[in-house]
T-cell receptor, first 111, second 113 residues
Framework: GEDVEQSLFLSVREGDSSVINCTYT??????LYWYKQEPGAGLQLLTY?????DMKQDQRLTVLLNKKDKHLSLRIADTQTGDSAIYFC???????????FGRGTSLIVHP | DGGITQSPKYLFRKEGQNVTLSCEQN?????MYWYRQDPGQGLRLIYY???????QKGDIAEGYSVSREKKESFPLTVTSAQKNPTAFYLC????????????FGEGSRLTVL
């Protein structure tokens, strides 16, 4: 089946930028998502990007999509301790209504 | 407020017992999903329902059962046949339209003693 890969951990210093990377295999992906999960809670959609876009910016968040390499990244500027969470990459192909999730990247922000 | 309510938040059960996790939504979404989350495993799809009175198995349906008698409700039963049921369970709905955005409940943590 289709696959979404992301590294499991990322540690950054408060105030620095964080970059979380994701690769996927489905060449027919139409939507790619970033979800955030705080401890003991459900996931919340942070942002999504349509496959015909290269970049999307929303306040401190920047999403970059390299469709040729099937690579998606999430950059968080000026990372704060409140950004500590698990970040999930997900993709949805045009012929499916069920997204495929990566395993999640635990972002740890230290002072 | 519109949203998804999962209950109970924490549940303990003895081996051999069935347990039912509740998921209720007032978002008027047609599609509902159940996921299981284990540390380092990400989300795995158990069952999903695109419409009332219809549901489909996901990737790990063995040992689970669901029903979808009402649009608002999609309960999940973890049966005694599920060999390793201790996990965090997440219910989600899908908004209409093409974006496929998922809305999640707060989750239920099941521990088998």
């Amino acid at each position: 089946g289709e696959d979404v890969e992301q590294s499991l951990f990322l540690s950054v210093r408060e105030g620095d930028s964080s970059v979380i990377n994701c690769t996927y295999t489905d060449s027919s992906s139409t939507y790619l998502y970033w979800y955030k999960q705080e401890p003991g809670a459900g996931l919340q959609l942070l942002t999504y990007i349509f496959s015909n876009m290269d970049m999307k910016q929303d306040q401190r968040l920047t999403v970059l999509l390299n469709k040729k390499d099937k690579h998606l990244s999430l950059r968080i500027a000026d990372t704060q301790t409140g950004d500590s969470a698990i970040y999930f990459c997900a993709e949805k192909g045009g012929g499916s209504y069920i997204p495929t999730f990566g395993r999640g990247t635990s972002l740890i922000v230290h002072p | 407020d519109g949203g998804i309510t999962q209950s109970p938040k924490y549940l303990f059960r003895k081996e051999g017992q069935n347990v039912t996790l509740s998921c209720e939504q007032n978002l008027n979404h047609d599609a509902m999903y159940w996921y299981r989350q284990d540390p380092g495993q990400g989300l795995r799809l158990i069952y999903y329902s695109q419409i009332v009175n219809d549901f489909q198995k996901g990737d790990i349906a063995e040992g689970y059962s669901v029903s979808r008698e009402k649009k608002e409700s999609f309960p999940l039963t973890v049966t005694s046949a599920q060999k390793n049921p201790t996990a965090f369970y997440l219910c989600a709905t899908v908004a209409g339209g093409n974006t496929g955005e998922l809305f999640f409940g707060e989750g239920s943590r099941l521990t088998v003693l």
